[in-house]
Nanobody
Framework: QVQLVESGGGLVQAGGSLRLSCTAS??????MGWFRQAPGKEREFVAA????????YYSDSVKGRFTISRDNTKKTVYLQMNSLKPEDTAVYYC?????????????????WGQGTQVTVSS
């Protein structure tokens, strides 16, 4: 059975950093990504990475501040979040798919984690 388990969320002051982790069980995936959902808003794309790590994609709102990476030996994807802003506050979800090319579309991801809360105080 496939499971994605996120960790690393928490409360941080604006300008601070957090590192999220997501570990997959059951199998490995070609593409893994991070999405987030703030209260009252739709789930939005944050970042994605292909199997080798040679292709990474970011939303404009996090580009230059967040870095996605992965360790396939550990079946884990990471999201390093720096220079955090209050508007980054959301539940962050890990997602995975067998598709080889990363996508920003939620519909193209087959598996999702349960989410981890990130709260950035001003």
């Amino acid at each position: 059975q496939v499971q994605l388990v996120e960790s690393g969320g928490g409360l941080v002051q604006a300008g601070g950093s957090l590192r999220l982790s997501c570990t997959a069980s059951g199998r490995t995936f070609n593409t893994m990504g991070w999405f987030r959902q703030a209260p009252g808003k739709e789930r939005e794309f944050v970042a994605a990475i292909n199997w080798s790590g040679s292709r990474t994609y970011y939303s404009d709102s996090v580009k230059g501040r967040f870095t996605i990476s992965r360790d396939n030996t550990k079946k884990t994807v990471y999201l390093q979040m720096n220079s955090l802003k209050p508007e980054d506050t959301a539940v962050y979800y890990c997602a995975a798919t067998l598709r080889p090319i990363p996508s920003s579309l939620t519909i193209e991801y087959d598996y999702w984690g349960q989410g981890t809360q990130v709260t950035v105080s001003s």
